[in-house]
């Protein structure tokens, strides 16, 4: 693996629109290491003008890309993901320097990201449509799957690689152009990603990435423009809903994975150990910045007192430092921002009655650390248990019955994911049907899988990303009449 110094002075810092170009103006701004709070390198900031050329090569592309053979769409694919995993250590680091993350959550990071490349390759050659015989025997129904168009993703800093690969992946599998906008805080990701597809022989205007320190401004021009077909978004429930509001304007196709409030429910007949080894996968998974992350531990009285021992001594166990430690097991948060509201939920929880377990308080000094932290008692009136944490604290809640805890579960405005553990398949069953969520895991702490459609249901947005249903929200669908 080659040095911090010597990664960064290799990854592309310009903005991608057909290769390496200098933004409007040559203006740049800073991307910072969250371990320390100092910048890492300048990239080049966006200006309007930028995004309008990355709409235009996207456009140029468009029919070329959608008329070259499913197979060798595939294989360029394939390539690409032979790509990443070669590169596995360098873009682990790149992630951990720019994002924060312990490096054995890159890694994983790396290996998750890439499997979409992987799975898409082998879903372009699966392209299905239909043909059969009017019912009433007056012609003939041919139903013909084509590419959407070109499409705009915008993309958030907390899985700087694997949020661009699950939407990039199925648009290039499905004949469609891409312009990638990633968040401002982790662009270099994204950057090395472009230069890995052309490497793989991906042409160019198929895929730009475009980086801004005012995404707002330079998405604008794109999403007035008739030419852009299809939206797809990762990031909060409030700017979501702003984005399909601008997206009307051209009636767009949209996709949006949107915030979380994942409970984690913990029956009297559930395996403890085994809940407290998911409980952990579920809260600190990429630091607890994920909208997967379990945001709520709602657990029955009567296995309370075992669980919480038990889970506080595993979260006690974390060591907290730089994510390009190797002994780091919990980076720091992302940014200032981030890491004052994790401190406001556990402030206003401990204020109204919450006792803190493990953790609490942020360490101070430089880097935006906050430590593994578990509150017990929490009251209904908390925060913490309305509001999406993104950060490793986690509040436990007691519960008498199977309904309460099914109803305490579903007692938010988000639907993404929801965790369960029970030894009973009947229970398990009965709550997995119940759960107000897109996707819900029975006894266990990750579920994400490229082979598995991930969305959710109510402010957790809608459309479905992975598995077959993955590339359908890049194809249209055209009926053809015969005689």
Known sequence: MVSERELLDSVPTRLWIGGPVDAAGGATFPVENPSTGEPLVHVADAAPADAVRALDAAVAAQGEWAATTARERGEILRAVYERLVARTEDLALLMSLEMGKALPESRNEVRYGAEFFRWFSEEAVRIHGRYQTAPTGTGRIVVHKQPVGPCLAITPWNFPLAMGTRKIGPALA??????????????????????????????????????SSRSSAVTEPLLTDPRLRKL?????????????????????????????????????????????????????????????????????????????????????????????????????????????????????????????????????????????????????SARILREEVFGPVAPIIGFETEEQGLAAANDTEFGLVAYAYTRDLDRALRIAEGLESGMVGINRGVISDPAAPFGGVKASGFGREGGFEGIEEYLSTKYIALP
């Open 232 to 380: 797809t978004f990762t990031g909060s429930t409030e700017v979501g809903k702003k984005l399909v509001e601008k997206s009307a304007h051209g009636l767009l196709r949209t996709s949006m994975e949107l915030g979380g409030n994942a409970p984690f429910v913990v029956f009297d007949d559930a395996d403890v150990d085994a809940a407290v080894q998911g409980a952990m996968l579920a809260k600190l998974r990429n630091g607890g910045e994920a909208c997967t992350a379990a945001n709520r531990f709602h657990v029955h009285t009567a296995v309370l007192a075992e669980f919480t021992e038990k889970f506080a001594a595993a979260m006690s166990e974390v060591k907290l430092g730089p994510g390009s430690d190797p002994s780091t097991t919990l980076g720091p948060l992302i940014n200032q921002d981030q890491l004052d509201t994790v401190t406001a939920l556990v402030d206003d929880a401990v204020a109204k009655g919450a006792r803190v377990a493990v953790g609490g308080k942020a360490p101070g000094g430089p880097g935006y650390y906050y430590p593994a932290t578990i509150l017990t008692d929490v009251p209904a």
């Open 174 to 211: 499905a004949g469609c152009t891409m312009i990638v906008k990633p968040a401002s805080a982790t662009p270099l990701t994204m950057l090395l990603l472009a230069q890995l597809c052309r490497e793989a022989g991906l042409p160019d205007g198929v895929l730009s990435v475009i980086t």
